[in-house]
């Protein structure tokens, strides 16, 4: 599966955006998906996961309440919501898809987009 993530920017403190994932090639619905991040010298870390049919959501501690993450299958593209931003939110974004449920709440996927730029200012 080949991953095309968009929407990143610059945005002010509890601003929003939204990031999407386009999927093409392989069977989309196959797949969970999920989003990470790495910021400016430090690992790369999950942000959220979903399932296959995306009725299952995950998410770190950190964006809890503050970040959805969604998917529509018909349109092969996922998507992250994210709302009441914060400086420490300010990562480059990936999206990533593995055919294993158990990697869902993880940052080990399989399958890895480019990375899109979130850059949030205080």
């Known amino acids: 599966v080949q991953l095309q993530a968009s929407g990143g920017g610059s945005v002010q403190a509890g601003g929003s955006l939204r990031l999407s994932c386009a999927a093409s090639?392989?069977?989309?619905?196959?797949?969970?998906m999920g989003w990470m991040r790495q910021a400016p010298g430090k690992k790369r870390e999950f942000v959220a996961g979903?399932?296959?049919?995306?009725?299952?959501?995950f998410y770190d501690d950190s964006v809890t309440g503050r970040f959805t993450i969604s998917r529509d299958n018909a349109l092969n593209t996922v998507y992250l919501q994210m709302n009441s931003l914060k400086p420490e939110d300010t990562a480059v974004y990936y999206c990533?898809?593995?055919?294993?449920?158990?990697?869902?709440?993880?940052?080990?996927?399989?399958?890895w987009g480019q990375g899109t730029l979130v850059t949030v200012s205080s």
């Open positions: 090639t392989g069977t989309f619905s196959n797949y969970v």
């Open positions: 979903i399932n296959k049919s995306g009725v299952r959501k």
């Open positions: 990533a898809a593995d055919w294993d449920l158990r990697k869902v709440a993880t940052s080990n996927y399989a399958f």
